[in-house]
């Protein structure tokens, strides 16, 4: 399968917010219930970290980060968000994206991408865990999804590069 990498485009949030939505149904990738708008979802995320992966024009998945504090002491922190169409999981693809928004972070000074994943979402810990994240830390009950209390590993990959100096 041959598919790149590359910056988001304007016209890929309707093909995001549908691979957002099939990750929201799965039940195991986030607290979310309904995929927001495309304008709500393009507010969580940073400008300058949104990569999609594009199969001959056809968004196949996309990898983002959102700021984890608006206080300028947390500049160089983010948490990851990551999703894969689901006709494509198993391909490589969510090794691609993750692996180019941790070289691209890294190029733009940030020294702490977090993940927080439910541990029934085994595929994208093991993601992350490849990618150089380690867990720690574990939040028994740290919210309800459809009335039902979930628990969720919090992952964190400090740069070798950024911020070290």
Known sequence: MAFIIRTL????WPAIKEIY?????????????????????????L???QLVADDNGQV?????????????????VAE??????????????GRALLSSLVSLSEKLG????????????KASVALHEQQGFR???YREKLGKRNGIWRDVLFLERRSLVAGNN
């Not at 607290?31 to 969580?44: C, D, M, R, S, V």
């Open 9 to 12: 485009i304007a016209a890929d």
């Open 80 to 93: 990851t968000s990551i999703y894969v169409h689901s006709g494509y999981h198993g391909r490589g693809i």
């Open 21 to 45: 939505q099939q990750g929201i149904d799965t039940g195991d990738a986030t607290y979310e219930t309904q995929a927001p708008e495309a304008e709500a979802l393009k507010g969580k995320f």
């Open 60 to 76: 196949i998945g996309w990898a983002m980060l959102s700021a984890v504090s608006s206080r300028c002491v947390y500049g160089g």
């Open 135 to 137: 867990r720690i830390g």
């Open 110 to 121: 940030f020294w702490t991408l977090q993940a927080q994943i439910f541990p029934e979402n």
């Open 47 to 49: 400008d300058e970290l």
